[in-house]
């Protein structure tokens, strides 16, 4: 059977990560969350100081990070300069800052290229922003989520919750809209879905359900 692309884009918390791994553990294929690398990098510009705004400063910070991300049976691990830091990428500090650290051309370009080393043969799942439309434009399936922010919210303050952490609802829905906002406006590779890509709002649909059409429009490629 032949090994395809599939691209999945959409929104903060649109679910993204969650069906792109139950696709990629059905089909065998690896699974790249691109989102976790632009925050790797923003733990990394935190831990040393690096001004969001400086594009010299973090392209040369990123040219020397090693991000690694490795399956496991939770789900994925991401290393920084061989360090575990899966946890410490979820903060919310570096998810207040990631959307600023990720706007710059350079750290942009550095990221797509080694995001695209990864899908060079095909058998990829990867979800992020700008999947369909600059890292995988041949992916055979694209598919860009969509969900209410306050359904979004709601998911996430569940997720919170049961791992444990502190979570304010209208906290999550301010910090979901604002993220949209700079993802949605910035100039390079703004979150947009790719002409060829199927929309799907997943609002009043089940994980299973997204993940069953999803599946039906890999099997129409395979
Ligand atoms: O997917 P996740 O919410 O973890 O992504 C964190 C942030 O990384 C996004 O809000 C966005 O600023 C950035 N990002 C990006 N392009 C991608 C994936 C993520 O700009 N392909």
């Known amino acids: 059977m032949r090994k395809i692309s599939i691209a999945i884009d959409g929104p903060a918390a649109a679910g993204k990560s969650t069906v792109a791994k139950i696709i990629a553990e059905k089909l065998n294929y690896i699974y790249i969350d691109t989102g976790a690398m632009y925050r790797a990098l923003t733990y990394k510009a935190i831990m040393n100081n690096i001004d969001f705004n400086s594009e010299r400063e973090l392209i040369s910070l990123l040219k020397e990070t090693k991000i690694e991300l490795l399956p496991s049976d939770e789900g994925q691990l991401i290393y920084l300069d061989g360090k575990d830091v899966t946890t410490e990428i979820r903060t919310s500090e570096v998810t207040n800052s990631v959307s600023t650290v990720s706007m710059h051309k350079l750290v942009r370009e550095e990221m797509v290229r080694r995001q695209q ?14 999947i369909g439309t600059h890292v995988l434009p041949q992916a055979e399936v694209k598919v860009f989520l969509l969900a209410s922010v306050e359904e979004r919210a709601a998911r ?10 502190s979570s304010d609802l209208e906290q999550l829905k301010q910090e979901i809209a604002n993220r949209d906002k700079l993802d949605s406006e910035r100039e390079i590779a703004p979150l947009k879905k790719a002409d060829d890509a199927v929309e799907m709002d997943t609002t009043s649909l089940s994980i299973h359900q997204v993940v069953d059409k999803i599946m039906s429009l890999v099997d129409e490629r395979i």
């Open 117 to 130: 080393s990864f899908g060079l043969d095909g058998g990829v799942v990867m979800d992020g922003r700008d």
């Open 156 to 165: 996430r303050h569940v997720e919170n919750v049961n791992k444990g952490f």
